[in-house]
């Protein structure tokens, strides 16, 4: 029984979270998506997407330098993940794959960030 309810507050703070987030983004605020990136030949590493005033910018949640995306970043397509990268990411994550000036690069974001995270990249929805 107990082990139900802490399930559900982890879920409510979660949505709360997520509107919160949203509730940032449409008043043109800066917000923090959580997400994975993949750079040109690299692992998957966790951060959050950061967005405001300026470039986007990846932060990573287990430190190192945060990552300026470049001006010419254009979103190409969305995907599931394959077997092999459910390994790693959330089998129902999207992956955006993009492409930018330095090289491909993909993000791996949960479908309620979706929405919110294309829009971020100028891709309308």
Do not use: Y
Request: with cysteine; net charge positive.
């Amino acid at each position: 029984m107990s082990l139900v309810l802490v399930a559900a507050l982890i879920g409510l703070a979660f949505r709360a979270a997520g509107r919160q987030r949203a509730a940032r983004v449409a008043a043109g605020g800066p917000a923090g998506f959580p997400c994975m990136l993949r750079g040109p030949g690299g692992r998957w590493k966790p951060g959050r997407l950061r967005t405001g005033p300026g470039p986007l910018v990846w932060k990573p949640s287990l430190g190192g330098r945060p990552v300026d995306f470049p001006e010419g970043l254009r979103h190409t397509g969305t995907r599931r993940p394959t077997v092999k990268e459910s390994v790693v990411l959330n089998p129902r994550a999207r992956i955006l794959e993009c492409t930018s000036p330095a090289g491909p690069v993909q993000l791996a974001v949960m479908p309620e960030e979706l929405d919110a995270v294309l829009a971020q990249l100028g891709d309308p929805v």
